[in-house]
């Protein structure tokens, strides 16, 4: 069996994480038992969500228990197995971790999942194929509900989610306003991914400079918002939402280091009959098939058009993840080993 190079949680972070919390380690890979598979990881995915997870406190999931391999998403192949629904060169999908290699229990439910890759490269199963392209359907479908005409948002728009988000928005035939930081990232939110404006948050000192922006960008109002990020953005979405609008609330990385994030105008949710929900995706497997069968259509078809960062190797993984936290990457932040 091979040598397996991991990345575990050495430490919780005091604040703001670091390349200290985390250790490289290398370990024996344990020889298959029955109904086991080894998958060699050919990309992992770093996401938002792994910073929350980080600390020890109450949240959605539990702790990413410290001394354990870093949990999140990985694509790879079938290099050995015991069970007979996997054979060696299967492409699959499941929560492999940062390591090189994974041994799975592959009846557990949801613990794999076979990809054709025939019209989608592998990496695109961890971004727009895979969790972040059916949170942003989750999002706009189900909690948005939009209205062919109707003006929707995102912030991180260049992202995983966001760029997903502005395909499954067009297709609907809505108007959708893009949220991203700097203008390589507006303008390929525009011309590449079809959204028909982006702000720059970066050139907005404020929520009411970014609101003014807000509002010339969306003349009619803002009828459905996705927020990724929360602070600033928030506030000033809030400003220009239409009466009876609807918010999905999926992320918060603006307070991912511990800090309060304060809202500035929560009278407006009353003033404008706002709905505004949390979610997080994994309770809603229910609606993945669909998701997924539609975003594998929007990127077979070139109307998705996802872009990645790219880290090479498994050592450069923390670095990878600390700059996604500061909005270093460009699109979905992967971690090629393969």
Not at 77 to 102: C, L, T
Not at 279 to 292: G, K, N, Q, T
Request: aromatic residues 6%; charged residues 20%.
């Amino acid at each position: 069996m091979p040598k397996n190079k991991q990345i575990l949680l050495d430490n919780r972070p005091q604040g703001e994480a670091s390349a200290s919390n985390f250790k490289l380690v290398t370990t024996e890979t344990p020889p298959l038992n029955e109904g086991e598979v080894l998958v060699r990881h050919h990309y992992l995915s770093l996401d938002p969500y792994m910073r929350g997870r980080m600390n020890d406190a109450k949240s959605y999931a539990v702790p990413q228990p410290v001394g354990q391999v870093m949990q999140g998403g990985s694509v790879g192949e079938v290099v050995e197995s015991r069970h007979p629904k996997y054979a060696v060169g299967d492409k699959v999908q499941g929560m492999g971790g940062w390591q090189e290699y994974s041994v799975v229990k592959a009846d557990t439910p949801g613990a794999l999942r076979k990809l054709d890759t025939t019209h989608v490269p592998i990496s695109h199963y961890l971004g727009a194929v895979g969790m972040p392209g059916v949170t942003a359907f989750y999002g706009l479908v189900k909690i948005i509900e939009p209205k062919a005409g109707q003006t929707v948002t995102v912030s991180a728009a260049s992202g995983a989610v966001g760029s997903a988000f502005g395909a499954l928005a067009k297709a609907r035939g809505c108007r959708a306003v893009g949220i991203a930081g700097g203008p390589d990232k507006c303008k390929y939110v525009v011309e590449e991914l079809g959204f028909d404006a982006c702000i720059d948050y970066k050139v907005h000192k404020d929520a009411a400079s970014l609101s003014k922006a807000l509002r010339d960008a969306c003349p009619d109002g803002i009828d459905g918002h996705f927020e990724n990020v929360g602070g600033m953005v928030l506030d000033a979405v809030l400003l220009r939402m239409n009466a009876f609008g609807r918010i999905a609330l999926c992320g918060m990385i603006a307070g991912y280091d511990g800090q309060p994030i304060p809202l500035s105008y929560p009278q407006l949710i009353l003033t404008n009959r706002l709905r505004i929900q949390g979610f997080i995706v994994s309770e809603h497997m229910e609606v993945w098939p669909e998701a997924l069968t539609e975003l594998g259509t929007l990127v077979g078809t070139g109307k998705l058009r996802p872009r990645e960062s790219v880290a090479e190797g498994l050592e450069a993984a923390p670095e990878a993840f600390l700059g996604m936290l500061k909005g270093r990457n460009f699109g979905k932040q992967v971690v090629k080993l393969v």
